[in-house]
């Protein structure tokens, strides 16, 4: 499920922000290729997606709320990432880009 939820944020992301690069001149589609959140990926375009994708699942807004308790060290990205139905790999990237951690 967090595979799917996460799979599906990120094609969007590459929807809304990267459409001319999908869609060649003769109208037919370029497949994107992508990595894992956590492996280093040169292409901004990738980057993108994935940070689209890992802010529409879990919200800065909703992350906020447990700041003292991750920053106390009392919960961890294993413990959040079921409540928002992504994986240990997404929640520790946004844990990480908030520099909750």
Request: hydrophobic share 45%; net charge neutral.
């Amino acid at each position: 499920e967090a595979r799917k939820n996460f799979t599906i944020a990120h094609e969007l992301g590459h929807w809304l922000l990267h459409q001319e690069a999908l869609v060649t001149s003769n109208g037919k589609y370029n497949v994107l290729f992508r990595r894992s959140i956590g492996q280093m990926n040169a292409d901004p375009i990738e980057s993108e997606a994935n940070c689209f994708a890992a802010n529409i699942l879990v919200p800065k807004k909703f992350i906020t709320e447990y700041k003292l308790l991750i920053r106390d060290k009392i919960i961890d990205f294993d413990i959040l990432a079921p409540l928002f139905r992504v994986s240990n790999e997404v929640m520790g990237y946004r844990l990480q880009y908030e520099q909750f951690k």
